[in-house]
């Protein structure tokens, strides 16, 4: 069980707006950033959004991020077929004093 | 290009060992913060260790401590995690990243090196 909760699964139709959710806690969260990775199939993580809403460089404006409180959210608007993918949610943890991720969302595009 | 390249995994008997080697390029090694994350098949993420640039600070994850050294050789561009008294549930792919301490923030993934143990 993850310390950060993520819905294990989302979808949508080509062109809608999605928003994947990760909650967490006050040690978490709430007191650290909040960065998020996508996961194509059978590939490694790639740094989707970092420091809550920042996207590196190549990323498309599509994707934003946002934190409020205990809880982040990952939005992509203007969906496309290659958006298929798992995503994740990550943040450093004070009380485990560590790196803590999300269980992950796989996002199926209808 | 920034390039990391796992290499070692395979297949290993419960209570056995296996040492992983990650081959860096393209960006200054010595510079960063080095970790490890594994993923379990069909799983989610988790971080396992890391390795401060010059290797004076190491943090694990609490299931490994005690089982796991990260290392790093800064002259090689080259980061290590020896496994040692496996367990099965340390089946996984493992991947190396860069990144800081405090943050899960990776720049840059491995493609990742299948560990499995099995009797």
């Known amino acids: 069980q993850s310390v950060l909760t993520q819905p294990p699964s989302a979808s949508a139709t080509p062109g809608q707006r999605v928003i994947i959710s990760c909650s967490g806690r006050r040690s978490n969260i709430a007191t650290n950033d909040v960065h998020w990775y996508q996961q194509l199939p059978g590939t490694a993580p790639k740094l989707l959004i970092y420091?809550?809403?920042q996207r590196p460089s190549g990323v498309p404006e599509r994707f934003s991020g946002s934190k409020s409180g205990t809880s982040a959210s990952l939005a992509i608007s203007g969906l496309r077929s290659e958006d298929e993918a798992d995503y994740y949610c990550a943040t450093w943890d004070d009380s485990l004093r560590g790196h803590i991720f999300g269980g992950g969302t796989k996002l199926t595009v209808l | 290009e920034v390039q990391l390249v796992e290499s070692g995994g395979g297949l290993v008997q419960p209570g056995g060992s296996l040492r992983l080697s990650c081959a860096a390029s393209?960006?200054?090694?010595?510079?960063?913060?080095m970790n490890w994350v594994r993923q379990a098949p069909g799983k989610g993420l988790e971080w396992v260790a890391n390795?401060?640039?010059?290797?004076?600070?190491?943090y694990y994850v609490g299931s490994v401590k005690g089982r796991f050294t990260i290392s790093r050789d800064n002259t090689k561009n080259s980061l290590y995690l020896q496994m040692n008294s496996l367990r099965v549930e340390d089946t996984a792919v493992y991947y190396c990243?860069?990144?800081?301490?405090?943050?899960?923030?990776?720049?840059?993934w491995g493609q990742g090196t299948l560990v499995t143990v099995s009797s």
């Open positions: 420091k809550d809403n």
């Open positions: 393209g960006f200054s090694f010595s510079s960063d913060w």
């Open positions: 390795i401060k640039q010059d290797g004076t600070e190491i």
């Open positions: 990243a860069s990144g800081p301490h405090y943050a899960p923030h990776y720049d840059n």
